[in-house]
């Protein structure tokens, strides 16, 4: 599963989606993947955007566009999540 979020981290990839992919219930694929990761499918992906955007700011992208680049509507929420990651 993280293969498949790690290689369509910009979509809107659905719970129900990547369950049926992985052909198990939405809990199911919650728990083991938390147990896996430590964290949900959802959280993996914004960090593998985050992670992206970052790259690409650091390259000389605005954060606007970098936001866009990853999946973002726009630049709010990963303004949100990268107030998040630092402490």
């Known amino acids: 599963m993280q293969d498949l979020i790690d290689a369509r981290f910009a979509d809107r990839l659905s719970l129900a989606d990547l369950a049926a992919a992985s052909g198990v219930s939405e809990r199911t ?23 992206r955007a970052e790259h690409l700011i650091g390259h000389g992208s605005t954060v606007e566009s970098a936001a866009r680049a990853v999946g973002f509507q726009d630049a709010r929420m990963l303004r949100r999540l990268r107030s998040r990651e630092t402490p």
Do not use: D, I, K
């Open 29 to 51: 694929l919650t728990r083991v993947f938390g147990q896996a990761t430590g964290t949900t499918p959802l959280r993996y992906q914004q960090l593998l955007r985050v992670e």
